[in-house]
């Protein structure tokens, strides 16, 4: 326990903040062939499909991914015949809520994908639902860095053509302008527009650069919202999303959530983007002056009264900085940190320690 103590004045402490980021692939194999289903996880409520890398039966098994799907009720497609009208409405009432927020009539407001919520005609009123687990995106998804490859070929067997994205039609959503063109106005914090690129892409509504918005992503909500008109009007050709040959409208309208899960899972060939980890950090200037700390409390530093460091009455007293105790007020002990050596101090010399709280 220290018996000397020096204050910390403001001059003295700093405080810092770093992102660290990690790119994340996920490749389509693993979402949707690799393990031949086994990393698929369907639940008996039937209102989200969670998607493991690696068979989740098995203790290496790590959660990556959720993925559901749901109308407004303001939609065409709501009507009480649809199989899980109900649950559909709710999962994209929920997540509208949670992500849009309410009017101010009180009302949830539905997902619009140019983030300004003004009119009615820009409303995405059917998608999918990415939801990404805290493993994977950490704090938060680096902004600019979103993209997701679809398979656009019309059939379902084959959704990337023979196989591989040069054989056939690929859609590619990006949020490219989430650097710098982000939207603030989510209760969820920050997000982007997705947009739909790709030659396999309708004329109608795509811009002079070849894009056309096809979603959202919330970057601290780690949330994509792919819009379901991807895999119909915006493509020149419909996909063909069941086995039976119906296309997007009629597999959400005719099948269940988890159906319409294993549909989206089908086209995605890959998925990837940067997280960010937020390493804030203090950081503290321990000086000692040329006066100071030339004594140690070690209770060996002294034998027969004498100091054992000092041959003669003229040496100077030398002492070696080994450790440095951060206390709070009442000189109780918080935090200590090593030195990888010890510092030789004396009356001849000044140090600067610097030591860093990363949290």
Do not use: R
């Given at each position: 326990?220290?018996?000397?103590?020096?204050?910390?004045?403001?001059?003295?402490?700093?405080?810092?903040?770093?992102?660290?980021?990690?790119?994340?692939?996920?490749?389509?194999?693993?979402?949707?062939?690799?393990?031949?289903?086994?990393?698929?996880k369907n639940f008996s409520h039937g209102i989200f499909q969670?998607?493991?890398?690696?068979?989740?039966?098995?203790?290496?098994?790590?959660?990556?991914?959720?993925?559901?799907?749901?109308?407004?009720s303001a939609?065409?497609?709501s009507a009480s015949t649809s199989i899980d009208n109900a649950k559909k409405i709710n999962i994209y009432n929920e997540m509208a809520q949670v992500l849009a927020g309410f009017d101010e009539n009180s009302a949830i407001r539905r997902f619009d994908d140019d983030g300004d919520f003004i009119g009615t005609a820009t409303k995405i009123n059917e998608a999918y639902f990415i939801n990404f687990t805290r493993l994977l995106t950490k704090d938060e998804i680096k902004k600019g860095s979103f993209s997701l490859s679809l398979g656009a070929n019309a059939a379902y067997a084959t959704p990337f053509?023979?196989?591989?994205?040069?054989?056939?039609?690929?859609?590619?959503?990006?949020?490219?302008?989430?650097?710098?063109?982000?939207?603030?106005?989510?209760?969820?914090?920050?997000?982007?527009?997705?947009?739909?690129?790709?030659?396999?892409?309708?004329?109608?509504?795509?811009?002079?650069?070849?894009?056309?918005?096809?979603?959202?992503?919330?970057?601290?909500?780690?949330?994509?919202?792919?819009?379901?008109?991807?895999?119909?009007?915006?493509?020149?050709?419909?996909?063909?999303?069941?086995?039976?040959?119906?296309?997007?409208?009629?597999?959400?309208?005719?099948?269940?959530?988890?159906?319409?899960?294993d549909s989206l899972r089908n086209r995605m060939y890959d998925l990837s983007f940067n997280n960010t980890t937020e390493l804030n950090s203090t950081i503290y200037f321990c000086r000692t002056n040329h006066d100071e700390f030339n004594y140690s409390s070690n209770p060996t530093y002294l034998s027969s009264s004498r100091?054992?460091?000092?041959?003669?009455?003229?040496?100077?007293?030398?002492?070696?900085?080994?450790?440095?105790?951060l206390y709070s007020a009442d000189n109780e002990l918080l935090a200590t940190a090593k030195l990888s050596e010890p510092l030789k101090k004396d009356p001849t010399v000044e140090l600067t320690v610097r030591v860093r709280l990363d949290y």
């Open positions: 326990m220290a018996t000397t103590f020096k204050t910390l004045t403001s001059a003295d402490v700093i405080s810092t903040k770093n992102l660290l980021h990690e790119a994340i692939p996920l490749t389509g194999a693993i979402i949707s062939g690799t393990y031949a289903d086994d990393n698929i969670s998607v493991y890398d690696y068979p989740f039966l098995s203790s290496s098994a790590n959660h990556i991914l959720d993925l559901s799907a749901g109308w407004s939609s065409s497609l053509g023979n196989g591989a994205v040069a054989s056939g039609p690929i859609v590619k959503l990006i949020d490219k302008s989430g650097s710098g063109g982000y939207k603030v106005n989510s209760p969820a914090g920050e997000y982007g527009i997705l947009y739909a690129t790709g030659s396999s892409l309708a004329a109608a509504g795509v811009d002079g650069d070849g894009y056309v918005k096809a979603g959202l992503v919330y970057y601290q909500a780690g949330i994509a919202v792919v819009s379901a008109s991807v895999f119909g009007s915006l493509l020149t050709t419909p996909a063909i999303m069941e086995v039976g040959g119906n296309n997007v409208t009629q597999a959400l309208t005719a099948s269940g959530i988890s159906a319409s899960c100091i054992v460091v000092k041959n003669s009455e003229e040496d100077v007293p030398v002492s070696y900085i080994t450790t440095v105790g």
